[in-house]
């Protein structure tokens, strides 16, 4: 008698009768380099950068190899297209489709989702277009050079609260998404650089002040901008949220997985793929075991209302801080470890300490904050950045790198203010020479 596995509709059908509440999903199988592809660009037909093509050797030499398999990628749409491995047997594709649930009621409801693009794939499409006639103009080595620079700081964008438009104030979007770029008013760069109120929303919105205020910048590479920065904003909700999403998707393929009529060898091979997928890390934090956990934690406490509340409200810090118990962090073997002279060594097994960490890595994604303070600094068109220090030290090799970056879209002198060590530090570059000034 041949196994009969449940469809996508009866598996999306079984989904919501759990209570989710999933966008319509499309299902496609693809071969491994398609899927790697994928993955490596985040978003299918994304603008094409050697740093894509880098990462995505890197993913499938580790799978040609044997040292990691993608089963599949997710994309936060309407509906949401997910692609499946074509070498995945018929169970490890429940297994996945119903991983995929999980992935996609969380995009639809999680408030950080709120207000990404449904149309995500046409949009980057057309962007990709877009860059390659600017290649066909200009030259594809001055595109990709430039795209080096805006690509160096892409997360270092503030993401659009529900009442402020996606594009900078007073600026509309185009009605229709392939208007040209020369439909866009552009009236800021023509105005001095200024200083940047504390409050505004360019203020912790790095690519969006560069993008209006350099004074440098022809429309093609302001244009690049805008389309780097709407792309990371789309992206910006998954970074917040890494823990939660794994986390749901993970405790959603163990629900539905339970209520299908398996039989016990498939029960056998599901369990395997669940503990590969939840198995602890020696050097980092699994986002499937940690968010796994707490959201079993949290059932098991506060009964299913209280996850799905959690679903809907919270991001990774404040699920770690709201959620996150003594017997997780024990049952998952937690601790703290850092430098003693030239050993690492365990710095802490205390549950709260652990927790404290991880809130720390967790602010603003562990991306640090950097705040636009001055567009004319010292009154020469200079910019003066801010480094908001919330814990963590910079590094600050790649500091200055970055930094070389960011003078190239500025076109003058930048400097950065920053703690190291508990003490102010300003680095500084003027296009031809670093420098650091302790304060």
Not at 151 to 177: D, F, K, M, N, Y
Not at 324 to 342: C, P
Not at 408 to 421: A, D, F, N, S
């Amino acid at each position: 008698m041949n196994k009969r596995y449940p469809t996508d509709d009866e598996l999306w059908q079984l989904a919501k009768d759990w209570g989710l509440d999933p966008y319509p999903v499309v299902f496609e199988s693809v071969p491994a380099s398609v899927l790697y592809q994928y993955a490596a660009y985040l978003i299918p037909g994304r603008m094409s950068h050697w740093t894509y093509g880098k990462a995505y050797h890197a993913m499938k030499t580790r799978y040609d190899y044997g040292l990691n398999k993608l089963y599949e990628m997710v994309i936060n749409s309407n509906p949401a297209y997910a692609f499946l491995l074509d070498t995945n047997s018929e169970l490890e594709n429940t297994f996945v489709r119903c991983h995929v649930m999980g992935h996609v009621d969380f995009f639809r409801h999680n408030h950080l989702f709120q207000h990404t693009m449904p149309d995500v794939v046409d949009v980057v499409a057309q962007h990709a277009e877009r860059v390659r006639q600017y290649e066909f103009d200009v030259g594809r080595e001055t595109v990709e050079r430039f795209l080096d620079a805006v690509l160096a700081i892409e997360e270092h964008v503030s993401p659009p609260s529900p009442v402020t438009p996606a594009r900078a104030p007073g600026q509309a979007r185009p009605a229709s998404r392939t208007a040209s770029f020369a439909d866009w008013d552009w009236s800021p760069r023509d105005l001095p650089a200024r200083q940047v109120k504390p409050e505004t929303e360019e203020a912790d919105d790095l690519l969006l002040f560069l993008m209006t205020e350099s004074r440098q910048l022809e429309d093609w590479q302001r244009d690049i901008i805008g389309m780097v920065r709407d792309e990371m904003i789309y992206l910006w909700p998954q970074i917040r949220t890494k823990i939660m999403n794994e986390g749901w998707a993970s405790y959603w393929h163990v629900t539905l997985m339970r209520t299908l009529a398996l039989s016990d060898d498939d029960y056998v091979d599901f369990a395997r793929l669940h503990s590969q997928v939840t198995a602890p890390s020696p050097y980092q934090v699994n986002p499937y075991a940690l968010g796994y956990a707490i959201f079993s934690d949290l059932e098991r406490r506060e009964g299913r209302d209280a996850i799905f509340l959690a679903r809907t409200v919270d991001d990774d810090v404040s699920f770690v801080r709201n959620y996150l118990t003594e017997s997780v962090a024990r049952d998952l073997n937690f601790f703290v470890y850092g430098r003693d002279q030239d050993q690492i060594v365990v710095k802490s097994r205390q549950w709260e300490s652990v927790r404290h960490q991880l809130i720390n890595e967790l602010v603003h994604g562990g991306i640090p904050v950097i705040h636009v303070n001055d567009g004319d600094f010292n009154q020469r068109g200079e910019l003066y950045l801010i480094h908001r220090h919330e814990g963590l030290d910079l590094d600050i090799p790649y500091a200055e790198r970055t930094l070389h970056y960011v003078q190239q879209i500025w076109g003058r002198p930048v400097h950065l203010e920053t703690r190291l060590e508990g003490k102010r530090l300003v680095l500084s570059y003027d296009g031809k020479v670093d420098s650091k000034v302790a304060l």
